[in-house]
C-alpha cells in the first residue's frame, strides 16, 4: 500500500517518537472518549436505569419514598483498595544524553486505599433517576499486598514524561485556547492536504484524464466491450522491460483470462476500495495509488491486483498484468509532475492549484501570496510564543468567521467570487462547517481504509501522533523531542484522605 507521508514542524517518530509513545496510545484513548461522549452518556444512562431497576428505586421495605433506604452509608462513603504499576524509563542518563532510545520497567504495584464519597442531591422518582456529587481520595497502603506482590514504597522514583509546554499553555487559557488550538491544528491538517493535492492529486486527475483519452482514441470506453482498453494495456506492457523484446505478452484477452473483458472494466473504470472511492485508472486517484503503491513484487502485486480486480492463481499473469498497469499509471503520473515539492517555482503550480480547487488565479504574484506569504500563506505557519499559528486562520478563517469577507479580500488581492470560490475549497478542509460538510480524504493512500476528515484527524494527532505524517504535532500532548522526565518522591507528593 502506498505509505506517503505529510510533514509538519515537528519531530518524526523516527527520532525520539517512542518515548511518548505508550502515553500517547492512552492519550488517544481518552480522547476517543471525549470523541464519542455521546455514546458513553448513553451507556452510562443505561447503566443507572438498570440499577434502579434491579432494586435500587429509592422506595424503604414498606414502600415509601426514602431513597437513604438503598442509597445508605455503605454507598455514601465506600472504600477499596487499587494497585497501580508505571512505566519508568530505566536508561535515563543514556536517553538525556541522545545516546540511546528509552527502555521501560515495569513498577508497582503501588497500592491505595480509595475512598469514594458520595452526596445525594435529588433523586427524581417520577423519572427513576438519581442526581448525585462525588469525589475520591487516596492514601497509600504499606501493607496491602496484589496477588501475593506487596505495596511498592511511596518513596520509589519514577521517570516519565511531562506534557508539552504548548499544550498546557494553550490548556491554559481555558476553552477558548482550546477552541482555537483545535482550528489552528485542523488548518495545519488542511494545509497538509492542500499541498497533497497540488503535489499528488492533480497530476494524478490530469493522469487519469490521459489514459481515459488513450482508450477513447482506441475506440474504447465505459460501455465497449473492452478490446481497446486491453490494447493500451497490452501497448504498455509491451514498453516494459519485462515483456522481454516482445516476446512476453499478456495474458489472452478471451474467456476465463485474468485480463478478460470483466478485468478491463475493473481496471480502467470501475474499481473501488470498497468505500466509495473510485481507485481505477480512470478515476482520479487512480494513477497517484497506484504509482504510491510501487513496482510490482511478491508482497506488492497480490494487493493491487486484489483491489483493482486481476488477482488470480497463476502468479506469472498477474505479475504481466500488474507490470502493465503500474507502468500506464506511474509513467504518466510522473509525466504529469506527480510527486513535486511544492514552492513558487514549481511547474504548472498555477494549473494544479486551478484543477484541485476550481479557482484560476492568473496573476503569479497573487497565487504566490495566496500559497507562501510568511504570515497568511495557506501553506506556511509563524510562531507566537512559541505556538505555531497556520497563515490560512489569520488570512482566511478569521475573517470568515467574523463575517469580514473584505478583510480576505484585501489580504489575497482577490475579487469577492474568488474568495468564495477559494472558501468553498479550504475551509471543508479545516472542518468548520462554515462552508458545508467537512472534506473526506480517502485513506487507502496511506495504506490505510476509509476516509478522514479534520475532526478524525485531531482527536487522533492530539493525544498520539499525526497518523498521515508519522509526526507530533506541535500542539499535542506528545512530541518526541521534547520529552522530559518527573521525579515522584515520598515527601513532595501529598496523598489527601479522610
Same mark, same amino acid.
Given at each position: 500500500?502506498?505509505?506517503?507521508?505529510?510533514?509538519?514542524?515537528?519531530?518524526?517518530?523516527?527520532?525520539?517518537?517512542?518515548?511518548?509513545?505508550?502515553?500517547?496510545?492512552?492519550?488517544?484513548?481518552?480522547?476517543?472518549?471525549?470523541?464519542?461522549?455521546?455514546?458513553?452518556?448513553?451507556?452510562?444512562? #443505561?447503566?443507572?436505569?438498570?440499577?434502579?431497576?434491579?432494586?435500587?428505586?429509592?422506595?424503604?421495605? /414498606?414502600?415509601?419514598?426514602?431513597? =437513604?433506604?438503598?442509597?445508605?452509608?455503605?454507598?455514601?462513603?465506600?472504600?477499596?483498595?487499587?494497585?497501580?504499576?508505571?512505566?519508568?524509563?530505566?536508561?535515563?542518563?543514556?536517553?538525556?544524553?541522545?545516546?540511546?532510545?528509552?527502555?521501560?520497567?515495569?513498577?508497582? @504495584?503501588?497500592?491505595?486505599?480509595?475512598? =469514594?464519597?458520595?452526596?445525594?442531591?435529588?433523586?427524581?422518582? $417520577?423519572?427513576?433517576?438519581?442526581?448525585?456529587?462525588?469525589?475520591?481520595?487516596?492514601?497509600?497502603?504499606? /501493607?496491602?499486598?496484589? $496477588?501475593?506482590?506487596?505495596?511498592?514504597?511511596?518513596?520509589?522514583?519514577?521517570?516519565? +514524561?511531562?506534557?508539552?509546554?504548548?499544550?498546557?499553555?494553550?490548556?491554559?487559557?481555558?476553552?477558548?485556547?482550546?477552541?482555537?488550538?483545535?482550528?489552528?491544528?485542523?488548518?495545519?491538517?488542511?494545509?497538509?492536504?492542500?499541498?497533497?493535492? %497540488?503535489?499528488?492529486?492533480?497530476?494524478?486527475?490530469?493522469?487519469?484524464?490521459?489514459?481515459?483519452?488513450?482508450?477513447?482514441?482506441?475506440?474504447?470506453?465505459?460501455?465497449?466491450?473492452?478490446?481497446?482498453?486491453?490494447?493500451? %494495456?497490452?501497448?504498455?506492457?509491451?514498453?516494459?522491460?519485462?515483456?522481454?523484446?516482445?516476446?512476453?505478452?499478456?495474458?489472452?484477452?478471451?474467456?476465463?483470462?485474468? !485480463?478478460?473483458?470483466?478485468?478491463?472494466?475493473?481496471?480502467?473504470?470501475? *474499481?473501488?476500495?470498497?468505500?466509495?472511492?473510485?481507485?481505477?485508472?480512470?478515476?482520479?486517484?487512480?494513477?497517484?495509488?497506484?504509482?504510491?503503491?510501487? *513496482?510490482?513484487?511478491?508482497?506488492?502485486?497480490?494487493?493491487? !491486483?486484489?483491489?483493482? #480486480?486481476?488477482?488470480?492463481?497463476?502468479?506469472?499473469?498477474?505479475?504481466?498484468?500488474?507490470?502493465?498497469?503500474?507502468? %500506464?499509471?506511474?509513467?504518466?503520473?510522473?509525466?504529469?509532475?506527480?510527486?513535486?515539492? +511544492?514552492?513558487?517555482?514549481?511547474?504548472?503550480?498555477?494549473?494544479?492549484?486551478?484543477?484541485?480547487?476550481?479557482?484560476?488565479?492568473?496573476? @503569479?504574484?497573487?497565487?504566490?501570496?495566496?500559497?507562501?506569504?510568511?504570515?497568511?500563506?495557506?501553506?506556511?505557519?509563524?510562531?507566537?510564543?512559541?505556538?505555531?499559528?497556520?497563515?490560512?486562520?489569520?488570512?482566511?478563517?478569521?475573517?470568515?468567521?467574523?463575517? /469580514? +469577507?473584505?478583510? *480576505?479580500?484585501? =489580504?489575497?488581492?482577490?475579487?469577492?467570487?474568488?474568495?468564495?470560490?477559494?472558501?468553498?475549497?479550504?475551509?471543508?478542509?479545516?472542518? %468548520?462547517?462554515?462552508?458545508?460538510?467537512?472534506?473526506?480524504? $480517502?485513506?487507502?493512500?496511506?495504506?490505510?481504509?476509509?476516509?478522514?476528515?479534520?475532526?478524525?484527524?485531531?482527536?487522533?494527532?492530539?493525544?498520539?501522533?499525526?497518523?498521515?505524517?508519522?509526526?507530533?504535532?506541535?500542539?499535542?500532548?506528545?512530541?518526541?523531542?521534547?520529552?522530559?522526565?518527573?521525579?515522584?518522591?515520598?515527601?513532595?507528593?501529598?496523598?489527601?484522605?479522610?
Amino acid at each position: 500500500m502506498p505509505m506517503f507521508r505529510f510533514g509538519v514542524t515537528s519531530e518524526t517518530m523516527a527520532n525520539n517518537g517512542n518515548i511518548a509513545l505508550s502515553v500517547g496510545v492512552i492519550l488517544l484513548l481518552v480522547n476517543v472518549g471525549v470523541g464519542a461522549s455521546g455514546v458513553l452518556d448513553g451507556v452510562i444512562e #443505561g447503566s443507572v436505569e438498570e440499577t434502579v431497576n434491579d432494586g435500587y428505586d429509592g422506595l424503604d421495605d /414498606d414502600g415509601n419514598q426514602d431513597y =437513604t433506604a438503598d442509597f445508605d452509608d455503605d454507598w455514601i462513603n465506600s472504600s477499596g483498595t487499587k494497585a497501580y504499576f508505571a512505566n519508568s524509563v530505566s536508561n535515563l542518563d543514556e536517553v538525556l544524553a541522545g545516546t540511546a532510545e528509552p527502555t521501560y520497567e515495569r513498577v508497582g @504495584p503501588f497500592i491505595y486505599y480509595e475512598n =469514594t464519597t458520595r452526596e445525594v442531591l435529588e433523586y427524581d422518582y $417520577e423519572e427513576g433517576s438519581i442526581t448525585y456529587s462525588g469525589y475520591e481520595t487516596f492514601e497509600w497502603c504499606g /501493607d496491602c499486598t496484589w $496477588e501475593g506482590e506487596e505495596s511498592v514504597s511511596g518513596d520509589t522514583v519514577v521517570n516519565q +514524561i511531562n506534557i508539552l509546554w504548548n499544550t498546557q499553555r494553550i490548556a491554559g487559557m481555558g476553552r477558548g485556547g482550546i477552541e482555537y488550538g483545535e482550528i489552528f491544528a485542523k488548518a495545519m491538517f488542511a494545509a497538509q492536504m492542500i499541498e497533497f493535492d %497540488l503535489s499528488n492529486r492533480a497530476p494524478s486527475m490530469w493522469a487519469s484524464d490521459d489514459i481515459a483519452a488513450m482508450a477513447s482514441a482506441a475506440g474504447g470506453g465505459k460501455f465497449g466491450n473492452m478490446s481497446a482498453e486491453y490494447a493500451v %494495456l497490452s501497448d504498455s506492457y509491451n514498453a516494459t522491460d519485462h515483456a522481454n523484446g516482445g516476446d512476453s505478452e499478456l495474458p489472452n484477452f478471451e474467456g476465463m483470462s485474468l !485480463a478478460n473483458s470483466s478485468a478491463m472494466k475493473s481496471i480502467f473504470y470501475y *474499481a473501488n476500495d470498497g468505500y466509495g472511492n473510485c481507485i481505477a485508472l480512470t478515476c482520479d486517484i487512480g494513477p497517484v495509488l497506484i504509482a504510491g503503491m510501487g *513496482a510490482p513484487s511478491e508482497t506488492v502485486t497480490p494487493v493491487r !491486483a486484489a483491489l483493482l #480486480g486481476y488477482a488470480g492463481d497463476d502468479w506469472l499473469d498477474s505479475d504481466e498484468i500488474d507490470w502493465a498497469v503500474y507502468s %500506464l499509471a506511474a509513467s504518466l503520473f510522473v509525466a504529469n509532475g506527480g510527486g513535486a515539492e +511544492i514552492n513558487s517555482e514549481t511547474p504548472q503550480l498555477r494549473e494544479r492549484f486551478a484543477e484541485v480547487s476550481g479557482l484560476t488565479i492568473p496573476v @503569479p504574484d497573487t497565487l504566490d501570496n495566496l500559497l507562501f506569504n510568511e504570515s497568511v500563506g495557506l501553506l506556511t505557519s509563524f510562531e507566537i510564543g512559541g505556538i505555531p499559528l497556520p497563515g490560512m486562520v489569520i488570512g482566511l478563517l478569521l475573517p470568515l468567521q467574523d463575517g /469580514d +469577507i473584505m478583510g *480576505a479580500m484585501e =489580504t489575497y488581492s482577490l475579487p469577492l467570487p474568488s474568495i468564495i470560490s477559494l472558501a468553498d475549497y479550504v475551509e471543508p478542509w479545516v472542518g %468548520l462547517g462554515i462552508r458545508g460538510n467537512p472534506t473526506e480524504f $480517502e485513506l487507502i493512500l496511506v495504506g490505510s481504509t476509509g476516509t478522514m476528515v479534520s475532526d478524525q484527524w485531531w482527536l487522533t494527532a492530539f493525544g498520539d501522533y499525526d497518523p498521515l505524517g508519522g509526526t507530533y504535532i506541535p500542539i499535542g500532548l506528545n512530541r518526541g523531542g521534547f520529552c522530559w522526565y518527573v521525579k515522584f518522591i515520598h515527601g513532595k507528593i501529598r496523598f489527601h484522605s479522610k
